[in-house]
């Protein structure tokens, strides 16, 4: 009730009230006008420490570790593991020929132990 009088009073009846009002109490007004800071203050308090946190997590956790041993690091380590093979395969028969022939020798050994 005290509000809606208050109200009526500022804006029905004495509509150049909170003109005169907001001049003589500038700082007031301000700290009235700017929602007591609140939004400033959640802002340094909750928003600017999680977005810090955030970030750090997304370069070490997420780029390092995730990435490093996820997708990234297997993709990788397939690409190591083909350009050694690569070396291996020369595409001369008689090199083919050699390799199964040692490995027929070695099977053989293994069997007679």
Do not use: C
Not at 2 to 30: C, M, Q, T
Not at 56 to 66: E, M, R
Not at 101 to 109: H, N, Q, R
């Amino acid at each position: 009730v005290i509000g809606l009088l208050v109200a009526w009073k500022f804006y029905i009846r004495s509509p150049e009230l909170p003109r005169s009002v907001a001049a003589n109490h500038r700082l007031l007004y301000a700290f009235l006008l700017n929602k007591w800071y609140f939004d400033e203050l959640y802002d340094i308090l909750f928003v600017q420490p999680a977005k810090r946190l955030g970030r750090f997590l997304w370069k070490t956790g997420d780029g390092t570790i995730i990435d490093g041993l996820g997708p990234d690091g297997i993709s990788a380590r397939v690409v190591d593991v083909t350009n050694r093979v690569v070396k291996l395969q020369t595409g001369y028969l008689y090199h083919y020929a050699f390799a199964m022939l040692i490995g027929v020798a070695a099977l053989v050994t293994w069997m007679m132990l």
